[in-house]
């Protein structure tokens, strides 16, 4: 019997065998490289000399790593609960037995299919003063301030979170949707024969039922915002002034403009650790919740 069995995973294994490769080419080895290249002065060309704990140590002291970390934080603060909620009740009204349902669903999905360039040069063109669409909608209503939306910290930080929520939200509606249909309408028939109004449905049904995909999609959200980086790259350029410049932006131009490989690696890692940490917080509340 064990036979049989060795002898059909075997057949697995040339299917298996090129993903495998793959993998640990293109992720495992560049892992531990990173971290060798994080003990190291290297450059764009080369490896120069072994420097140890030096870059870690930098990076404690570094002020520009500690403002684009908290930066990147900022967004996860304000984009996290957000974008939970929004997909949460774009996904119940897509859920909605209604004629207008496709075009729902279709036009909440839909931006999340277009890359980031282009939902970029749509939102600097939407920003732009004087001649933006935003501007120009605003006069037409009879608001006469020139708000310079890429210009003003607050501001830029608004935009920068409304055009990620936007583009970003039909995928996590998606995964709503999906556990909004797995739920039993027999749960919905009982409570109406019980009595239950459409709120205690909402309450004592759909959320209980939805707390496994919600937990997903909020660790998915956290580890997605942390990594921020090319919108806010092609909209502000990290700014005014360094304002909204993420950790992601800074390791790219320590390590591609100040050509500074190593330090570039160790900031990497310190992100690496803090999603690793998140995520092992998030999945043992996730157990613990299940239990």
């Known amino acids: 019997?064990?036979?049989?069995?060795?002898a059909h995973d075997f057949k697995a294994i040339p299917f298996l065998l090129p993903f495998f490769v793959a993998y640990v080419i293109f992720t495992i080895l560049?892992?531990?490289?990173?971290?060798?290249?994080?003990l190291y002065d290297w450059t764009l060309v080369r490896k120069l000399d072994?420097?140890?704990?030096?870059?870690?140590?930098?990076?404690?002291?570094?002020?520009?790593?500690?403002?684009?970390?908290?930066?990147?934080?900022l967004f996860v603060i304000l984009t996290t609960p957000t974008m939970v909620l929004l997909a949460l009740g774009?996904?119940?009204?897509?859920?909605?037995?209604?004629?207008?349902?496709?075009?729902?669903?279709?036009?909440?999905?839909l931006p999340s299919i277009l890359s980031v360039a282009v939902i970029s040069f749509l939102a600097i063109f939407m920003l732009q003063p004087y001649?933006?669409?935003?501007?120009?909608?605003l006069h037409t209503i009879g608001i006469e301030a020139e708000p310079f939306w890429m210009a003003d910290k607050t501001l830029a930080w608004v935009s920068i979170v409304v055009v990620t929520l936007w583009w970003t939200v039909g995928f996590n509606m998606v995964l709503f949707l999906a556990g909004l249909q797995d739920i039993p309408e027999s749960l919905y028939e009982a409570s109406e024969i019980d009595g239950a109004t459409r709120w205690k449905q909402f309450r004592h049904i759909t959320l209980p039922q939805l707390m496994p995909i919600g937990r997903v999609v909020l660790?998915?959200?956290?580890?997605?915002?942390?990594?921020?980086?090319?919108?806010i790259l092609l909209i502000?350029?990290?700014g005014p002034g360094g304002a909204t410049r993420p950790l992601i932006q800074y390791i790219y131009e320590v390590g591609f403009t100040q050509n500074n490989l190593g330090y570039a690696a160790t900031m990497s890692y310190a992100l690496f650790f803090i999603l690793l940490i998140l995520s092992i917080i998030q999945l043992r509340n996730q157990r613990m919740g299940e239990s």
């Open 90 to 109: 774009l996904a119940l009204l897509a859920n909605m037995n209604t004629k207008l349902q496709t075009f729902f669903r279709g036009s909440f999905f």
């Open 1 to 6: 019997m064990n036979k049989k069995l060795w």
């Open 131 to 137: 001649s933006g669409l935003i501007n120009t909608v």
């Open 50 to 73: 072994f420097v140890g704990l030096a870059n870690y140590k930098e990076m404690f002291i570094d002020p520009h790593f500690w403002r684009t970390l908290w930066n990147t934080t």
């Open 219 to 231: 660790l998915l959200q956290i580890l997605g915002s942390y990594k921020v980086f090319a919108q």
């Open 236 to 238: 502000t350029g990290g």
């Open 30 to 38: 560049p892992i531990f490289k990173g971290l060798e290249m994080s």
